[in-house]
């Protein structure tokens, strides 16, 4: 089971450290990805990281976002510096044993953790 968290209200420019926990299965044989809902849009790819730690930064959707693992924790992080209002979404979490960028691939998912970014 997977369960992000760390999201809340902001202001533009603000940070905010995503926690993506993991338990129940062996969590460095999975890549870990970030996507984002905002409200009447589908869901988003974000970002992931290998299990082995690997984060093609040409496929993240912004280099103010930085992902990283820690695998004696089971957890992966995201942390998204200087906000924008269009940052704004839910931001779920998900587990695949590819590597990969597209969400149907993924095998598990967290619940999600909204992200406000007030301007």
């Known amino acids: 089971q997977l369960q992000a968290s760390g999201g809340g209200l902001v202001q533009t420019g603000g940070s905010l450290n995503l926690s993506c926990a993991d338990s129940?299965?062996?969590?460095?044989?999975?890549?870990v990805g970030w996507f984002r809902q905002a409200p009447g849009t589908e869901r988003d790819f974000v970002a992931f990281?290998?299990?082995?730690?690997?984060?093609p930064p040409y496929l993240s959707v912004t280099d103010r976002f930085a992902i990283s693992r820690d695998n004696a924790k089971n957890t992966v992080y995201l942390q998204m510096n200087n906000l924008r209002p269009e940052d704004t979404a839910v931001y779920y979490c998900?587990?695949?044993?590819?590597?990969?960028?597209?969400?149907?691939?993924?095998?598990?998912w967290g619940q999600g953790t909204q992200v406000t970014v007030s301007s």
């Open positions: 998900a587990a695949s044993r590819v590597i990969t960028t597209l969400a149907p691939s993924y095998d598990y």
């Open positions: 129940g299965r062996t969590f460095s044989n999975y890549t």
């Open positions: 990281i290998t299990g082995s730690g690997r984060t």
